[in-house]
């Protein structure tokens, strides 16, 4: 009975280990096909654009732009922090070529432009008026949420400490009270 017991417990963790493999590998294929499907929609996409620009000059003999083109030059200005240019590029990208495989990529980064932009002007707001504004400390709040949000964890925390200390009696300093202990706890785990 005993071999029994112990050969069927060998088994159940012969039987864990093995299930805890096939997680591991699941994740492993499920990483790969994720990388799969990017790449698939960026051919899609550079198929499409061929095709948009065959379609093109078989009706006049003017010099098309490609879909994807827009697209990177569009990319390369928030890459080069030029927010606004961006945000042009991607918007005449997703209204051009609204069935184009990176227009939810284009929609998104639209949005990131406008926290990196928000980021720009609440700096404005801390620089140029610190002495005479009351909205200094809520400037720099947005400042702090807007590089969360920008995954600038460390300049948020720098900004959610400065609060702290500058404005002890604020709204914005239990805000930034409660931001700072959520880092924390997320860090430990």
């Known amino acids: 009975m ?18 805890d493999s096939t997680y591991v590998m699941f994740d492993v294929f499920s990483a790969s096909l994720q990388d799969l499907q990017n790449k698939i929609s960026v051919l899609s996409q550079a198929i499409h654009d061929l095709k948009v620009v065959t379609d093109k000059r078989s009706k006049s003999n003017d010099q098309s732009v490609l879909p994807s083109f827009i697209y990177q ?7 080069m922090a030029k927010f606004d240019l961006a945000y042009s590029g991607f918007q005449s990208f997703a209204d051009k070529y609204p069935n184009a495989e990176l227009v939810p990529q284009a929609q998104f980064y639209m949005g990131e432009c406008f926290y990196s932009m928000s980021l720009e002007e609440y700096k404005k707001v801390e620089q140029r008026y610190k002495k005479r504004s009351d909205l200094v400390s809520s400037a720099r709040l947005k400042i702090a949420l807007c590089c969360q949000k920008l995954d600038k964890n460390e300049e948020a925390i720098r900004m959610f400490s400065s609060i702290i200390k500058d404005f002890p009696q604020s ?7 409660e931001s700072i202990e959520i880092y924390n706890n997320a860090q430990k785990r």
């Open 2 to 19: 005993q071999i029994q017991n112990k050969e069927l417990r060998e088994n159940q963790f012969d039987l864990y280990t093995k299930a």
């Open 171 to 177: 709204p914005e300093s239990l805000t930034a009270k």
């Open 73 to 79: 030059n569009a990319y390369g200005d928030y890459l």
